[in-house]
Structures are given as structure tokens and as C-alpha cells.
């Protein structure tokens, strides 16, 4: 090991040190100087080691040395022994290190803290669980992976970015359990639902929940397992759907068409509704806004409304011009759904233009939530690609295609209204709800929030939120406090900060310009560590360098060795003394 070099690193600025040790040494020697004892040039000798000994404290000065390195393996939890020995016998001059919290291994030093391996550590492989992203990021060297054994638990879990009232919504995941196990999903209400398996293993599960009010709530899921109970809390955020402007069209009323706009009006929609009486005349229908006469489609009609029911029999009796300008509307946003009841007029739809074949079915048995229902639905399957809202395993049911900024919606199934007969609104509500929602008019916000990190987020570490914005420079707060952007070097308008939860719960992310906001949820840390495991395998698989690092050519690394402090203080503490003991000689 060769020293190379000596640096600092100062605890204040270094022109404040400066004027401070001058003025100080200046005003000690003038003291010693003006004192009438013996010693004069010992005790001034000693007043600059006292100076010397005060700069070592504040400049913290460290050696820098050179050594040669065969490559680092670092060790993280839930490594695999058997690994670590396999890369001893292909290279045994690699040096080992673990973390404080991993299993202790022959011959390795722990880690203190991971600002070493910023420090042009030669690391070849990491072992285990892996590491944090954000200390990979400040690693900024490949090195090559080996996963350690997933624990036991929840690995994957995937739930909806938000939910929606009186909606049912599943969520999704993956067990590893010991033995017989069961999952139990429990919010305000109580159980929402429940899976059970009988074997140890790896089991896909899915868990559906109805959210009742709009708000932030906390739910639960109770994981027993080999004899074992942990529970495990999760966010669901439920919002309020947006309040829609929507425009009806009908050749005659119907059973479907009057329940659909019972139930949209019921939950807060703007509806007009035309229906046909005879040629030249219609009857008008409004609910939740101001009466409105629509003789002929035109752009200011449509512009005034987010999304646009009319049924086949109507859509074929618009005239070429009302045609052209329907087009147009939905390119420059508006949502269309067409109530179809015949395949054929579906396959000749000059709207839709979807490449579909025949199947035999002309009923299907469709899911929702805790129970299986039986529809009739037109014997279609579409072959091009489309956003699906409901599909069983071989066909689509309902979907919509984009054209330009709108959307054209299609839905299958036959005589839903039955379900609203029934009572069983929430059924009904799962039907029509996405399909309504994600089909009308977006808007374009002036400031969008986004958040890199996937649930789970925990506290004390680092989370990297973004900011689109529209208009001018975005002033962020989170909680309250304002957070520091800096705005993306390549992408304009496009604004990074990192913030530390201090705390586990609800938090909010909120702009000073408007109204946009996002909450988010943070975890305590003992909670969703298999999860968290998981992604962290996945993590640092993919930035994992492919090739295999046991080839790598020797290396010289730099290390840096802070002079130890002590060797100031008795500095400073036999200086100080010899000045005490000067006057009683």
C-alpha cells in the first residue's frame, strides 16, 4: 500500500478556519510574548501545536493511499453461502465485505456505511438481497448479481393507482408460503375477501375490495401462514369520479339505453338525451344541467360534452355532414360509444373499424368481484389491438381504440340493464363505470405529479418525485414545506426533487399554482419486506452487469484513511498542559 497524497475535509469554510487560527495564534503568541517567565520560545512552540492541533479537529484531514485490488464481494442478507464459496475457489484474493445485517461469513469485514463503496471500492459482485437504488446510482460501477432465497410472503402485489366508489376492484399478487395459508383482505367494513391455499409453494392470488365513500383509508391484509399471523397494511385512495357532460342520441327509447342514463344521472353526469318521435321530431330529456336543442350535430354541440351514447339505428340516420363532424370531434377529444345490437352492423361500423371474427358463443360468463355472471353478448372477438376494460380469457367484451385525441368505445354485452333489475348496482357500476370514465374527454392539466418509487415507500429513504409542467416554473410542497426542483437538462418543463418521510401514513404532494395534489402512503419499516425483497432482486438484476466479472483485470484503488482525531486532542491536551504547568516551575 503506497501513501499518495494528504487532503481535507473541512467542517466550515476554509476562509472562516483561516481568519479565525490567525487572529487566534496571533493573539496567544502576543499573550506568551508579554508574559514574564522562563520558557519563552518552549511556551510559543507550544502555543502553535495548541493552533495545530485545533486545525487538525476542524480540517479533518485524511491519507490517501494506493493498493492493489482483485475485486470486492459484498454480502447483503439472505445471501447464499455456497456462492460466496464458489467464487473463493475461481478467485481466492478477492476481498469480502458484508453488511451490519448479514449473516457473518469467514474472513469478512462489515460494511459501516455504504459511502465506502462510493469510494472507488473494486466491487465485482453483490450477494443476497441486493442493494438500495439510490446506492447504486452513486455507484455508478457494473457488478454482478446473485439473488439470495426469496422469504416467505407476499413477492409481487399489484392494486389499482386509485379506486372508485361502489366500484369492484381486484387486487393482485403472489404467496410464498411454508404450508396451508390464507389471505384476508379487511378494510372499515370489516373482511372484504379471502383466498386460502392447502400446500406450501408459490400461489397467484387475486383479492377483490368495493370501496364505499370517497377519501384515504388504510386496509389490511392478515397473512396466516405455517401457524403464523402478520398483518401488513396498504393505501387505497378512493376518488371521486370526475362529473361528466354527456349527450344521448336514440332512434327509440330501450330498456339498456334507460337504465344507462338512470344510473349516470344518479351518480352527478350532465345528460341531455334526444329521442326520436317521428322524422323531423324529437323529445328532449335533461338531467343536471340546462336544456340545450340539438336539431343537427355541429362542433359547438359537441365541444360542449365529454362523451357521446347514440345507438346504431341513429348513428346510420346522421346525415354525410353531421357524420364528418362527429369524426372530427372525436379527434380533437370527444369520447363515442356506440349501443350496437347486431355483429353485422359492428363488423360494418365505418366508426369503430375493427378487424373481428365470428365465434360460435353468444353467451359468457363474466366475473365480477365474489360472483360469475351470465351474459348474452354479441359472437365477436376482436382481433386488433385494444384498451380492454372487460375480457374474459379468449375474447374482449368492452374496450375502446383511440382516434387522435378521442376515443371510440364499443361494448358487447347484451341486456345489462338486468343486473339494475336485480339490485345489484354494484355489479352494474363495475360494468359501466370504467368503460364511461376512461372512454370520455381527458383534460389536459397545467401540472401532472408523478412518483418514481412503486409501493411500497418507506421512511428515511430517499423518494424521487417529478413534476409536469405546463405553464411555469412549479413550486412543490410536500406536507407543507416547499421542495426543491431542478429541471430535467434535456426535457423541458420537466422538473425533479427528493424528499425523506419522516413518518409512515397519509402524505401530500401539492402545488402553490393550483389545485393539483397527490397523496401518496408510506410504510413502516418492519412492513412488505418480502415484497420489498423482490424488488430488490428484480432491481439489481437488471442493472446487474451480464458478462461475468471474474475476469477482470487487476486494479489500483484509492483509499482514504482519516488521521485519527485522538492524535490532535493528546496534541492539544499535552500543549495545554505544559502552558499550565510553566508558571509553577
Known amino acids: 500500500m503506497i501513501d499518495t497524497g494528504l487532503s481535507i475535509q473541512p467542517i466550515f469554510s476554509l476562509s472562516i478556519i483561516a481568519i479565525v487560527v490567525i487572529v487566534l495564534l496571533a493573539f496567544m503568541i502576543w499573550k506568551e510574548w508579554q508574559r514574564k517567565i522562563k520558557y519563552r520560545y518552549a511556551r510559543i512552540v507550544a502555543v502553535i501545536l495548541i493552533i495545530i492541533s485545533i486545525l487538525g479537529l476542524l480540517l479533518q484531514p485524511v491519507v490517501e493511499r494506493e493498493r492493489e485490488s482483485h475485486g470486492v464481494v459484498l454480502l447483503t442478507p439472505h445471501y447464499k453461502a455456497y456462492v460466496a464459496d464458489s467464487l473463493l475457489k475461481a478467485s481466492p484474493k478477492l476481498t469480502l465485505l458484508r453488511t451490519a445485517d448479514a449473516t457473518p461469513y469467514r474472513d469478512a469485514t462489515v460494511l459501516d456505511n455504504f459511502y465506502d463503496l462510493y469510494q472507488g471500492i473494486n466491487l465485482h459482485f453483490v450477494l443476497g438481497d441486493g442493494l438500495q437504488e439510490y446506492v447504486v446510482h452513486e455507484i455508478k460501477a457494473p457488478f454482478q448479481f446473485y439473488k439470495g432465497e426469496l422469504p416467505t410472503g407476499i413477492v409481487t402485489w399489484l392494486h389499482p393507482s386509485d379506486f372508485k366508489p361502489n366500484q369492484v376492484q381486484k387486487i393482485q399478487g403472489t404467496l410464498r408460503s411454508n404450508g396451508a395459508s390464507q389471505i384476508k383482505l379487511t378494510g372499515p367494513g370489516g373482511v372484504e375477501d379471502s383466498v386460502s391455499f392447502t400446500q406450501q409453494g408459490s400461489h397467484d392470488f387475486a383479492l377483490s375490495l368495493t370501496p364505499k365513500p370517497s377519501g384515504l383509508f388504510v386496509y389490511s391484509v392478515v397473512i396466516e401462514d405455517d401457524g403464523k399471523s402478520v398483518t401488513q397494511k396498504f393505501p387505497v385512495e378512493v376518488m371521486e369520479g370526475k362529473k361528466l357532460n354527456i349527450l344521448f342520441i336514440q332512434n327509440y327509447p330501450t330498456s339498456e339505453m334507460r337504465y344507462l342514463k338512470n344510473f349516470l344521472s344518479e351518480n352527478g353526469h350532465a345528460l341531455a338525451v334526444r329521442s326520436k318521435i317521428s322524422k323531423d321530431k324529437f323529445r328532449y330529456e335533461y338531467a343536471n344541467r340546462q336544456s340545450l336543442r340539438i336539431d343537427r350535430l355541429s362542433p359547438q354541440i359537441l365541444n360542449e360534452f365529454d362523451l357521446f351514447?347514440?345507438?346504431?339505428?341513429?348513428?346510420?340516420?346522421?346525415?354525410?355532414?353531421?357524420?364528418?363532424?362527429?369524426?372530427?370531434?372525436?379527434?380533437?377529444?370527444?369520447?363515442?360509444?356506440?349501443?350496437?345490437?347486431?355483429?353485422?352492423?359492428?363488423?360494418?361500423?365505418?366508426?369503430?373499424?375493427?378487424?373481428?371474427?365470428?365465434?360460435?358463443?353468444?353467451?359468457?360468463?363474466?366475473?365480477?368481484?365474489?360472483?360469475?355472471?351470465?351474459?348474452?353478448?354479441?359472437?365477436?372477438?376482436?382481433?386488433?389491438?385494444?384498451?380492454?376494460?372487460?375480457?374474459?380469457?379468449?375474447?374482449?367484451?368492452?374496450?375502446?381504440?383511440?382516434?387522435?385525441?378521442?376515443?371510440?368505445?364499443?361494448?358487447?354485452?347484451?341486456?345489462?340493464?338486468?343486473?339494475?333489475?336485480?339490485?345489484?348496482?354494484?355489479?352494474?357500476?363495475?360494468?359501466?363505470?370504467?368503460?364511461?370514465?376512461?372512454?370520455?374527454?381527458?383534460?389536459?392539466?397545467?401540472?401532472?405529479?408523478?412518483?418514481?418509487?412503486?409501493?411500497?415507500?418507506?421512511?428515511?429513504?430517499?423518494?424521487?418525485?417529478?413534476?409536469?409542467?405546463?405553464?411555469?416554473?412549479?413550486?412543490?410542497?410536500?406536507?407543507?414545506?416547499?421542495?426543491?426542483?431542478?429541471?430535467?437538462?434535456?426535457?423541458?418543463?420537466?422538473?425533479?426533487?427528493?424528499?425523506?418521510?419522516?413518518e409512515s401514513g397519509w402524505h401530500q404532494f401539492t402545488l402553490k399554482q393550483d389545485s393539483t395534489k397527490r397523496n401518496y402512503y408510506v410504510s413502516s419499516p418492519n412492513e412488505w419486506q418480502s415484497l420489498h425483497i423482490s424488488q430488490l432482486h428484480k432491481f439489481n438484476e437488471s442493472v446487474s452487469q451480464k458478462n461475468s466479472n471474474s475476469n477482470k483485470s487487476l486494479s489500483i484503488i484509492k483509499e482514504q484513511h482519516p488521521i485519527s482525531l485522538f492524535v490532535f486532542f493528546i496534541i492539544f491536551l499535552l500543549s495545554a498542559g505544559f502552558l499550565w504547568l510553566v508558571p509553577k516551575l
Do not use: C
Open 309 to 502: 351514447f347514440i345507438d346504431q339505428e341513429s348513428l346510420e340516420a346522421l346525415s354525410k355532414n353531421e357524420k364528418s363532424v362527429l369524426e372530427e370531434s372525436v379527434r380533437h377529444g370527444l369520447g363515442l360509444l356506440t349501443i350496437y345490437h347486431s355483429k353485422d352492423k359492428v363488423k360494418n361500423s365505418a366508426f369503430l373499424s375493427l378487424s373481428m371474427r365470428d365465434i360460435a358463443g353468444d353467451t359468457v360468463n363474466v366475473n365480477l368481484g365474489s360472483s360469475t355472471l351470465t351474459f348474452s353478448v354479441l359472437p365477436l372477438a376482436v382481433i386488433d389491438v385494444v384498451e380492454p376494460i372487460a375480457l374474459t380469457k379468449d375474447r374482449v367484451l368492452s374496450g375502446f381504440v383511440n382516434k387522435g385525441a378521442g376515443r371510440i368505445a364499443f361494448q358487447f354485452l347484451q341486456e345489462t340493464y338486468r343486473l339494475a333489475l336485480e339490485g345489484k348496482k354494484m355489479e352494474y357500476a363495475s360494468l359501466w363505470s370504467p368503460l364511461v370514465e376512461r372512454t370520455s374527454r381527458t383534460q389536459n392539466p397545467k401540472f401532472k405529479i408523478e412518483i418514481e418509487q412503486p409501493f411500497p415507500r418507506f421512511v428515511d429513504e430517499p423518494l424521487n418525485v417529478n413534476v409536469i409542467a405546463a405553464i411555469a416554473r412549479p413550486q412543490l410542497m410536500n406536507d407543507g414545506i416547499l421542495i426543491p426542483l431542478r429541471e430535467d437538462v434535456v426535457i423541458d418543463d420537466f422538473w425533479h426533487g427528493t424528499i425523506w418521510a419522516d
